[in-house]
């Protein structure tokens, strides 16, 4: 009976998730006529597909512009953070504990405690209003939580695999390339699946430090949404087109996820 009850929690709680998507989906089937309070909840008759293409034609060049800043950053920080966890996991030096520390600590200030400065160095570098100000943005504040990731997996290769490499003359590039690197697979998934997710959807950064030019899709929805005469049937299958990329990665790549957090923690 406990295992009953709970499937009969679990189902309901499901339910309570999907009610709003399926919400968006009638929406972004309907004619804007059609889309009233009454009729909320009523299946479309016809299915009015025209509002995905409209909504495709007017977000093309927004999805463009994610799609080069959430591929890029997480390229970028997967790179750095993978090189951040190896040195600090198999080069330890005075204070590289010191150091990890006060690197985790950025994970724990607020975005909009930065904001005002950080708007100023982009500024400052000539980086504000383009895409590539927002990628090193991304860039450096996933650097802590990355790191984190990819020292946590580095620990667990034995070190007599560094060592072995050392004696064969193997340096430090080199040891990370042909040892550390085609090792680390899992934890790659890992930080991808994170960054780019999180990148994808960010909203604040991406609305403060970027002109209309280079705003990514998440501002052009909230744009869109946020004027006086809404067409509601647009901005609801935009929504459903910008949360197709980071659907398709959970399908993908979500099963090596759990699997990519846990890798190692059973090794001796």
Request: aromatic share 16%.
């Given at each position: 009976?406990?295992?009953v009850?709970?499937?009969?929690?679990?189902l309901?709680?499901?339910?309570?998730?999907?009610?709003?998507?399926?919400?968006?989906?009638?929406t972004?089937?309907k004619?804007?006529?059609?889309i009233?309070?009454d009729?909320?909840w009523?299946?479309?008759?016809?299915?009015?597909?025209e509002?995905?293409?409209?909504?495709w034609?007017a977000f093309?060049?927004?999805?463009?512009?994610?799609?080069?800043?959430?591929l890029?950053?997480?390229?970028?920080?997967?790179?750095?953070?993978?090189?951040n966890?190896?040195?600090?996991?198999?080069?330890?030096?005075?204070g590289?504990?010191?150091?990890?520390?006060?690197m985790?600590?950025g994970m724990?200030?607020?975005?909009?405690?930065?904001?005002?400065?950080?708007?100023?160095?982009?500024?400052?570098?000539g980086l504000?209003g383009?895409?590539?100000?927002?990628i090193?943005?991304?860039?450096v504040?996933?650097?802590?939580?990355?790191?984190?990731?990819?020292?946590n997996y580095y620990s667990?290769i034995?070190?007599?695999?560094?060592?072995?490499?050392?004696?064969?003359?193997?340096g430090?590039?080199?040891?990370?390339?042909?040892?550390?690197l085609?090792?680390?697979?899992?934890?790659?998934?890992?930080v991808?699946?994170?960054?780019?997710?999180?990148?994808?959807?960010?909203?604040?950064?991406?609305v403060?430090?970027?002109?209309?030019?280079?705003?990514?899709?998440?501002v052009?929805?909230?744009?869109?949404?946020?004027?006086?005469?809404v067409k509601w049937n647009?901005?609801?299958?935009g929504?459903?087109?910008?949360?197709?990329?980071t659907l398709?990665?959970?399908?993908f790549?979500?099963?090596y996820f759990?699997?990519g957090?846990?890798a190692?923690?059973?090794?001796?």
């Open positions: 009976m406990g295992r009850f709970l499937y009969g929690f679990l309901l709680a499901t339910l309570f998730f999907l009610l709003p998507v399926y919400l968006v989906v009638l972004a089937l004619e804007p006529a059609k009233t309070l009729a909320v009523r299946w479309p008759d016809p299915v009015y597909w509002s995905f293409r409209t909504a034609e093309r060049p927004k999805f463009q512009n994610s799609a080069v800043l959430a890029s950053a997480t390229a970028l920080s997967a790179l750095v953070g993978a090189l966890g190896y040195v600090l996991a198999k080069w330890p030096f005075r590289s504990n010191l150091l990890f520390a006060l985790l600590f724990f200030i607020p975005y909009q405690s930065i904001l005002i400065p950080l708007f100023q160095f982009v500024k400052a570098i504000y383009t895409l590539w100000g927002l090193l943005v991304h860039v504040y996933g650097i802590p939580i990355v790191t984190l990731i990819f020292k667990e034995p070190d007599e695999l560094v060592e072995a490499a050392r004696i064969d003359g193997a430090f590039f080199g040891i990370f390339r042909h040892v550390v085609p090792l680390s697979a899992p934890a790659f998934v890992v991808a699946i994170w960054q780019f997710t999180q990148i994808w959807n960010e909203f604040l950064f991406a403060t430090l970027t002109r209309p030019e280079s705003q990514p899709i998440t052009a929805l909230a744009q869109l949404a946020g004027g006086e005469a647009l901005p609801m299958a929504a459903i087109l910008a949360a197709l990329p398709l990665v959970y399908i790549l979500g099963r759990l699997r957090l846990l190692g923690s059973v090794k001796g």
